[in-house]
């Protein structure tokens, strides 16, 4: 029986739960691709490269030379540069895509959301009074918070990011989700925080701090994906999950299968 082959642009939970439903499936050869930007990434139980490809001309490229049969993005939903590029690949190629877009949180009843289009306007939403703020977006998006230096950050990240990079005086939390809702309480409660700032990533992983806010009447400063590269004219399906995504490319090696046997 003919493998399929494909590559899965990974970097998040939902690509490490699609790696390990796929080991060991005699259907498919598969490689999971991360940007190599974690001191200690979770490796996968599949054949794995790291690092970048050299934008979307070496991504094509990649896909071409080794002749992939789908593209599954699988990428944060934050991370726009690869998205852009495995888009602009896909299109270049003719590869079919599959994107894996875990659904965005919503507000609840109790929530006291400030929804914001990006981390400027997080910063700008702040205000001009000192707050105790913690900041759950990653490293590569503190800058504009180095504009608003009255207020007291404390950063949760993977990995700590360069201090060159930080607000002043801000206090550095290295951990990697998944997160209890119990850790998150003490953690708002024992660093003081008055306001959190975070991407809405969506998934469970990091989704407890959201409800110990709720919980304690703390305001969120929540802020808005990016949107999807313009996937029009392309073969390219969306699924929510890593079981979504497993159930199209069992199907597509079915097809596979069956257009080979002349079925
Ligand atoms: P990005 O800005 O969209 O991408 C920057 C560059 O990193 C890309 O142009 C590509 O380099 C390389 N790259 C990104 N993902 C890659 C992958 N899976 N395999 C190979 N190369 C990759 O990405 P980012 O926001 O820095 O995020 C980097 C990684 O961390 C992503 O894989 C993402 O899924 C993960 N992540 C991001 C966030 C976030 O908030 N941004 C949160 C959690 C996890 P070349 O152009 O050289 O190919």
Redo the contacts with the bound molecule.
């Keep these: 029986m003919p493998q399929l082959k494909f590559l ?5 939970s939902d ?1 490490s739960a699609l790696a390990g439903l796929l080991a060991d499936d005699p259907r498919f050869d598969a490689t ?7 001191k200690a990434p979770v490796l996968p139980a599949i054949p794995c ?8 001309a ?2 094509a490229r990649y896909l071409q030379d080794n002749a992939i049969q789908a593209l599954v993005v ?12 495995a888009v602009a690949a896909a299109r270049a190629t003719g590869t079919p895509l599959l994107l894996i877009e875990r659904p965005a949180w919503d507000s609840q009843a109790g929530d006291r959301w400030i929804e914001v289009a990006d981390m400027h306007q997080a910063a700008a939403a702040l205000g001009p009074t000192a707050r105790r703020v913690l900041l759950t ?2 490293r ?2 503190l800058a504009p918070f180095a504009a608003a230096p009255w207020h007291g950050y404390v950063i949760r990240s ?1 990995d700590a990011p360069p201090p060159e990079l930080l607000p002043p005086a801000a206090k550095i939390i290295t951990a990697r989700g998944p997160f209890t809702l119990e850790d998150d309480r003490l953690m708002l409660h024992e660093e003081r925080i008055e306001v959190i700032v975070t ?1 809405n ?1 969506g998934g469970t992983a990091t989704q407890s701090k959201l409800i110990a806010a709720r919980e304690l009447g703390l305001p969120v400063i929540m802020v808005a994906r990016p949107p999807w590269p313009d996937v029009s004219g392309l073969e390219a399906t969306r699924v929510s999950d890593a079981a979504g995504a497993l159930r199209w490319l069992a199907a597509r090696h079915e097809d596979a299968s069956s257009a080979k046997r002349g079925v």
């Design positions: 899965v642009l990974g970097g998040t690509a999971l691709s991360l940007a190599g930007l974690t490269r790291i690092g970048g490809f050299g934008g979307a070496g991504l699988a990428t944060h939903p934050f991370a726009a540069q690869i998205r852009q590029n977006i990653g590569k998006d993977v991407k990533s």
